[in-house]
């Protein structure tokens, strides 16, 4: 039982990342964003880096993240305090 509660707390503490981490993090996510995004922002004829192509792509990753939300679905099947929920 010690090793399974020390395991775990090393898990936990494994899993916490730094703030170095997590910038880290946001700007790979930035940098994605821009690479499927920037593209097409220039095709829009929106100058590169600047504040208008900027808000381009952050509004068209918005509008991805909006549609892929909406396509899911939620369902759940069970009784009073035995829920069995199921995202597709």
């Not at 898990?11 to 990342?17: F, N, R, S």
């Not at 593209?39 to 504040?51: E, M, R, S």
């Not at 035995?82 to 995202?87: E, K, R, V």
Request: with cysteine; aromatic share 8%.
């Amino acid at each position: 039982m010690r090793a399974f509660v020390a395991s775990l707390s090393l898990l936990l503490v494994l899993g916490c990342a730094t703030p170095a981490e997590r910038a880290a993090a946001v700007q790979r996510d930035v940098d994605d964003m821009i690479s499927v995004y920037g593209p097409g922002c220039d095709k829009l004829g929106y100058q590169t880096d600047t504040d208008a192509w900027r808000e381009c792509v952050l509004r068209l990753a918005h509008r991805d993240d909006l549609q892929r939300r909406s396509l899911s679905t939620t369902t759940c099947i069970g009784h009073r305090g035995f829920f069995q929920c199921n995202t597709f």
